[in-house]
């Protein structure tokens, strides 16, 4: 075979002949090039199975002369000839041989050529190779037990995921669930030979990138149901839009179907958009789209690749109107929401003695109850008027005055032959007529029927059965 280089060392052309595997020094290597015909020239093989020959260093071609007639366009410099034997080395194998050229001037300086090959052709080889020593079957055994053990711990798992493990060593791009927080994560290694280093932990982060964390996707999930409730209790007012009242059952189960998956798997909310007219051509369902719709309000949209279009969701607005405030009317409210009222429509009113207490249920109020003014629960009262006479002094107590039946000493009326004893226990009218049997009790008796209290004083009047009344005011 025939390889031409040029004056920069590379080869322009080769002119193959067929190589067989086995052949030993049957087959030459001719190298045809416009160095001076004294230049030293080697070779150097890279075989078919990856191996350099020859092993001490590129192998020296013989020269053959300038060859007449034939000179460099370039530089005028006449072409030479160089030639190589293959040996068995090269052949022992079929396959793709490379081949490089190294030209050595007088300076000591050597040029390189560009790579050229040939190719060994299918054989039958003539001896089988020499056995392996122990220590290469060693070799293959220790490589064969860590691809085993790799296996083991999940080191080529197609697209799996495992929990991590503080025994495993696992390799850059390995994704793995660690249990981090409420929900846990996936968490990716960084670095090759990733063994014993715990994710989150301090220096974790060095071996160790977030890919998902289920908590905040958790978060976003349940965003998306509450969303999903909201725009359920809001289907009344979403009818009278054009869009709701389009929107069919179908739909709406297609809908719902999407918020369940979004809650299962959990979404991120993007506020990249001002209008829904700016959302891209195709969307992603890892979204929910956020369009403002007012001040602190957005209108939510998500990514349908059913249908290859946005669907509206909900709004994140709270309608306010059915709601009770702190402060206003509400004659539709049941007696069972009185306890969170602020205040009652009618106020309690209480009074005792010169003192009065308003209870609105706004807070808790307390009021002791006396006797009235002045009053304690014992003691004489000689200026008690008589229509305070349950509390008179004659009581055993103003306390049990009250509730008494009777005072303790009652007033008797002597009308000629009649007799009339008032103790309070029921109203009593005496009509006084003044006649023959008339009997007046004197001051003294008076005094000591009232304890030392003032006597009576009586006026008269005249009555409709033609006698008079007397008017008796203690």
């Not at 299918?122 to 790799?150: C, F, K, N, W």
């Not at 807070?363 to 008027?385: C, F, H, L, R």
């Not at 226990?425 to 009997?439: D, F, H, Y």
């Amino acid at each position: 075979m025939i390889f031409f280089a040029g004056n920069d060392g590379s080869i322009l052309k080769s002119i193959p002949e067929p190589v067989y595997q086995g052949a030993a020094n049957a087959n030459t290597v001719y190298l045809i090039a416009p160095f001076a015909a004294g230049s030293q020239v080697s070779l150097a093989f890279r075989l078919p199975n990856g191996s350099n020959y020859p092993a001490a260093g590129p192998a020296i071609m013989a020269p053959t002369g300038s060859i007449a007639g034939v000179i460099d366009e370039d530089t005028g410099a006449p072409y030479a000839g160089w030639v190589y034997d293959l040996p068995n080395p090269i052949t022992a194998r079929y396959g793709r041989v490379s081949v490089q050229f190294y030209f050595r001037n007088e300076a000591g300086q050597i040029v390189a050529s560009s790579l050229a090959s040939f190719t060994v052709g299918m054989g039958v080889p003539s001896e089988l190779p020499e056995q392996p020593d122990d220590g290469t079957y060693d070799t293959i055994l220790a490589h064969i037990a860590s691809m085993q053990t790799r296996l083991d711990n999940g080191f080529y798992r197609a697209r799996s995921i495992g929990v991590w493990n503080a025994a495993y060593t696992y390799g850059a791009g390995e994704i793995v669930y660690y249990p981090s927080g409420e929900y846990g994560a996936l968490v990716r290694s960084v670095k090759d030979g990733n063994v014993g280093n715990v994710p989150y932990a301090e220096g974790g982060s060095a071996w160790w990138e977030e890919v998902l964390d289920f908590s905040l996707a958790a978060e976003c999930g349940q965003q998306a149901s509450a969303s999903a409730d909201s725009a359920a209790g809001y289907a009344v007012a979403a009818q009278a839009s054009a869009a709701a009242a389009a929107m069919s059952a179908e739909d709406a189960d297609g809908y719902a179907e999407i918020a369940r998956r979004y809650a299962e798997i959990g979404i991120q909310l993007n506020t990249d958009y001002e209008t829904a007219e700016e959302l891209p051509n195709e969307g992603s369902s890892q979204y929910i789209y956020l369009i403002p719709s007012g001040e602190g309000v957005f209108d939510q949209y998500v990514w349908s690749a059913e249908k290859q279009d946005y669907i509206m969701i909900g709004s994140t607005s709270i309608d306010t109107d059915g709601l009770a405030r702190q402060d206003g009317d509400y004659p539709a409210m049941t007696v069972g929401k009185a306890a969170q009222a602020d205040k009652l429509a009618h106020a309690l009113i209480i009074q005792s003695g010169d003192e009065s207490v308003v209870f609105d249920g706004s807070k808790a109020e307390t009021i002791a109850i006396s006797g009235g003014s002045g009053v304690q629960p014992s003691g004489n009262y000689p200026q008690m008027s008589v229509g305070n006479a349950a509390s008179a002094d004659a009581a055993l107590t103003a306390e049990t005055a009250a509730v008494a039946a009777k005072v303790q000493h009652a007033f008797t009326i002597v009308n000629g032959e009649t007799t009339v004893t008032f103790d309070g226990s029921e109203a009593r009218t005496v009509v006084l007529t003044g006649g023959e049997n008339a009997v007046w009790a004197t001051d003294a008796e008076v005094e000591a029927l009232f304890a030392g209290s003032a006597a009576p004083s009586v006026t008269a009047s005249p009555n409709s059965a033609g006698g008079t009344t007397y008017n008796i005011t203690l």
